[in-house]
């Protein structure tokens, strides 16, 4: 099952490397709601729990739009009848599709924490990166195995960008209330960790749920 | 949180309750509608065969 | 064979509706603080409670679907959904009405199982359009199901996550929905919860028995003009 998964994971982000499509627009994407929120809020420096707020509600949008194309090759070149066609156990799609938007996250996020800091953040970045790294990979983990489900479940429907941002949104509000309450005094003034491990607590807990939900569920999807 | 007077308060949870009727009745109202329309089509089934 | 045991059903949930009636407006104490306003307690999070069990129901009914591959668990997962949609919108105008009347505002972000729910009710508003845009019904009814039981797993997930967050803006210091309940209160409120969750039980059957009358009379008449053809 994994050298099956290796096999999807490395196809994708083949194909992302040709087209640079989806990683370079999530990108731009949050440069954009920065500025959105620059003129919104009429604000030039932010902190606390509107940084964090500001932060993670853009990180959450840009990961919509990597979640409405997890499936695209797939779908636009008759691709899932294909790997249905090979006797592939669909867990290992999955782990692929969930792996390709994690790694896709990361890469956004390298670009997009640093130019909050720049852009929009008044105190510096530096005393909360290693916390923030936690909350950024846990975080990530959660959205991406809800992303990959939902990505699947709303593949072969009419409607599927409507559906996604629906879908997705609602069900990342734990991620969001964990990662925004966790990040919020990492972004103050006088940054410190406050009531982190009840966070990460919670975080782990939500991404332990959807990874077994997603595994023991995949099966049903995409099936014909 | 001040209490209100009586005569106020009741208007708020006479409204609340009246809220919770209507969803119900109206609920069975469209069931009925169902119900209605399937017994039409039945009854003119039943007549075609004859 | 839904409808079995419907009128026992209704008439329990007449009886138990007219009991918690009674017990509410002439048994219940006035509330020191909230007053008469209090009462809407008594409606508004029974109905809560159930559609959040409604809710998390229709993902166990859901799960036994993809299990069996039998369809009519699948009718089952979706009337208690759809019902528990049709709840969840009275449960967000009573807390509207409750809220205006306690605090001013039509809105306030104070209640975690407000809060809460108003997030789970936007989840599950989803799924009709996500139903009904998939046209083949066998994988209509797939699909539904594996929405059911991811949604049913999110509902305990985003109130724990909303109650913490709300802990630290809002700091519960009169807990409105439970906690320490006088005695007298807390048999209304038991009361209340049970008629209500009879109450949806009845019409959940009401319904579910309503489609298959529907279903059943399509197969029929697809069958006879098949024959009138022949």
């Known amino acids: 099952m994994i050298a099956t998964a290796r096999a999807i994971l490395r196809k994708d982000l083949l194909l992302e490397w040709r087209t640079k499509e989806s990683v370079p627009a999530m990108t731009l994407f949050t440069l954009t709601v920065y500025v959105l929120f620059h003129f919104g809020l009429d604000r030039d420096a932010l902190d606390g729990a509107l940084a964090s707020g500001v932060l993670w509600v853009t990180l959450l949008l840009a990961s919509v739009i990597g979640v409405s194309r997890l499936f695209g090759a797939e779908r636009e070149q008759g691709g899932i009848v294909g790997l249905l066609l090979a006797p592939v156990d669909r867990t290992a799609l999955w782990v692929a599709k969930a792996a390709g938007l994690f790694l896709m996250l990361v890469l956004v996020e390298l670009v997009a924490i640093p130019a909050f800091g720049l852009l929009l953040l008044g105190p510096g970045l530096g005393g909360a990166l290693p916390e923030l790294l936690a909350i950024l990979v846990l975080g990530n983990l959660g959205i991406a195995a809800v992303g990959a489900l939902v990505a699947a479940l709303a593949a072969e429907t009419r409607a599927h960008e409507l559906i996604v941002p629906l879908l997705l949104l609602p069900l990342l509000v734990p991620v969001l209330i964990s990662c925004a309450q966790a990040t919020e005094p990492l972004l103050r003034q006088d940054a410190a960790a406050e009531e982190l491990g009840r966070w990460l607590a919670l975080l782990s807990l939500y991404d332990v749920v959807f990874v077994l939900l997603s595994v023991a569920v995949f099966d049903f999807l995409l099936e014909d | ?50 | ?230």
């Open chain 2, 1 to 50: 949180m001040p209490a209100l007077p009586l005569d106020e308060a009741g208007k708020y949870v006479a409204g609340a309750y009246l809220v919770f009727l209507t969803l119900i009745v109206v609920y069975v109202a469209i069931i009925a509608a169902k119900v209605a329309r399937i017994d039409r089509e039945l009854t003119r089934l039943a007549e075609e065969d004859e």
């Open chain 3, 1 to 230: 064979m839904y409808s079995k045991g419907l009128v026992p059903l209704a008439v329990a949930s007449v009886v138990t509706i007219a009991a918690a009636m009674a017990l509410i407006f002439f048994y219940a104490p006035l509330d020191a603080d909230q007053g008469f306003i209090q009462k809407i307690f008594y409606v508004h999070v029974p109905m809560a409670i159930v559609a959040l069990g409604g809710f998390v129901a229709g993902g166990i009914m859901a799960i036994k679907h993809l299990r069996s591959g039998d369809r009519s668990w699948d009718l089952r997962s979706y009337v208690a959904i759809h019902m528990s949609i049709i709840l969840g919108v009275g449960v967000l105008i009573t807390g509207a009405i409750w809220a205006k009347a306690s605090w001013g505002h039509w809105w306030v972000w104070d209640e975690p199982v407000l809060v809460s729910f108003l997030v789970v009710f936007l989840l599950y508003c989803v799924y009709y359009p996500l139903r009904f845009s998939i046209e083949d019904p066998e994988r209509q009814a797939r699909y539904s199901s594996v929405f059911a039981i991811a949604a049913g797993a999110f509902v305990p997930l985003n109130f724990m996550a909303v109650r913490l967050a709300e802990a630290y803006t809002h700091p519960r210091v009169l807990s409105q929905t439970g906690g320490s309940l006088p005695g007298d209160m807390r048999l209304t409120f038991l009361v209340s919860i049970v008629a209500m969750t009879l109450l949806f039980v009845t019409l959940w059957k009401l319904e579910l028995t309503a489609k298959h009358a529907s279903l059943a009379l399509k197969k029929l008449k697809r069958r006879l003009d098949a024959r009138v053809a022949a």
